[in-house]
Nanobody
C-alpha cells in the first residue's frame, strides 16, 4: 500500500495549485483519503478528506470555499485543488488513508501516509 503526493511548489498569494495523490496496493474506491498539512513549528492538521464513494467530504474551516477535494477511482488518484492561496497555507502537504474502510477525518485515524509535497505561498 503506497500513496504518492505531488504537485507542490511555489505560488503567489491569491494563486492556485493542484495536488495529486496517487494510490496503489489495494482497491482504493473503498477507502477514505485525506489531505493533511504541517507548517514549520506546528502540528499536523487535517485539510480535507473524501470518502471512497465521494459522497462524504470534509474541509477544515480555514480552507472552506478555497480548496476542493475530488477523486478519480479509475485512476486511483485524489486531487486537492487549492485556490485563493494565502501565506498561511505554506506547509508540507501529505495524503493518507486509514487501514479500515471507515470514514475518518482525524490524523490519528490514518495509517498509510505518503511522503509530503511542499507548498510555499509568497507575496
Amino acid at each position: 500500500v503506497q500513496l504518492q503526493a505531488s504537485g507542490g511548489g511555489l505560488a503567489q498569494t491569491g494563486g492556485s495549485l493542484r495536488l495529486s495523490c496517487q494510490a496503489t496496493g489495494r482497491t482504493w474506491s473503498d477507502y477514505t483519503i485525506g489531505w493533511f498539512r504541517q507548517a514549520p513549528g506546528k502540528g499536523r492538521e487535517t485539510v480535507a478528506a473524501i470518502s471512497g464513494s465521494s459522497l462524504s467530504r470534509y474541509y477544515a474551516d480555514s480552507v472552506k470555499g478555497r480548496f476542493a477535494i475530488s477523486r478519480d477511482n479509475a485512476k486511483n488518484t485524489v486531487y486537492l485543488q487549492m485556490d485563493s492561496l494565502e501565506s498561511e497555507d505554506t506547509a508540507v502537504y501529505y495524503c493518507a488513508s486509514p487501514y479500515t474502510t471507515q470514514w475518518a477525518t482525524e490524523p490519528k485515524d490514518f495509517d498509510y501516509w505518503g511522503q509530503g509535497t511542499l507548498v510555499t505561498v509568497s507575496s
